[in-house]
T-cell receptor, first 113, second 112 residues
Framework: DAGITQSPRHKVTETGTPVTLRCHQTENHRYMYWYRQDPGHGLRLIHYSYGVKDTDKGEVSDGYSVSRSKTEDFLLTLESATSSQTSVYFC????????????FGSGTRLTVV | AQSVTQLGSHVSVSEGALVLLRCNYSSSVPPYLFWYVQYPNQGLQLLLKYTTGATLVKGINGFEAEFKKSETSFHLTKPSAHMSDAAEYFCAVRGNNNDMRFGAGTRLTVKP
């Protein structure tokens, strides 16, 4: 979707290194979400944001941190990457609580070796 | 807490046959339910959603789903499968924090 961009699209990194994934939106939506997708698990929520500097944990937040200093950018950081964090990461946005469906980015495929 | 369970991780149908993908939900409040589709190497696209009102919901690409409270189900159907329907399908329910809770997904294969 043209209104939401994830970068990088692919990344290979070594165990123990820090990694930051970026989600950028041009829709001025309030809510932003980070999910990871793994076979047999569907998508699971890592962290979400309900405004600038307002974030909260999701179901699988251990080992991840997030920041949102501007409406348009939501960063996901793996402080010290582990092989269990090899996954496909999706960002999603929604306008507000009344907006009940999401728009998804195209994903970032992260491999930790 | 809200959750969904998708029955069957893989479904295979012949082109022109009925598509039926099963989803059951658990929710302590009236649920908002969704079906998303994911094509290879892409993000998820919304197929359809149920909020309130009519229990038969029509979506894009000829798909529809029926909300059945008595069965806690929200199965996705399409009368006649097309090769282009081959993809992974996710059922989801809205959580208390405006988050989306997804099922494990069902991969649909369409045979010629």
């Amino acid at each position: 979707d043209a209104g939401i961009t994830q970068s990088p699209r692919h990344k290979v990194t070594e165990t123990g290194t820090p990694v930051t994934l970026r989600c950028h939106q041009t829709e001025n939506h309030r809510y932003m979400y980070w999910y990871r997708q793994d076979p047999g698990h569907g998508l699971r929520l890592i962290h979400y944001s309900y405004g600038v500097k307002d974030t909260d944990k999701g179901e699988v937040s251990d080992g991840y941190s997030v920041s949102r200093s501007k409406t348009e950018d939501f960063l996901l950081t793996l402080e010290s990457a582990t092989s269990s964090q090899t996954s496909v990461y999706f960002c999603a946005i929604s306008r507000d609580r009344a907006e009940i469906s999401y728009t998804f980015g195209s994903g970032t495929r992260l491999t930790v070796v | 807490a809200q959750s969904v369970t998708q029955l069957g991780s893989h479904v295979s149908v012949s082109e022109g046959a009925l598509v039926l993908l099963r989803c059951n939900y658990s929710s302590s409040v009236p649920p908002y339910l969704f079906w998303y589709v994911q094509y290879p190497n892409q993000g998820l696209q919304l197929l359809l959603k149920y909020t309130t009102g009519a229990t038969l919901v029509k979506g894009i690409n000829g798909f529809e789903a029926e909300f059945k409270k008595s069965e806690t189900s929200f199965h996705l159907t399409k009368p006649s499968a097309h090769m282009s329907d081959a993809a992974e399908y996710f059922c989801a329910v809205r959580g208390n924090n405006n988050d989306m809770r997804f099922g494990a997904g069902t991969r649909l294969t369409v045979k010629p």
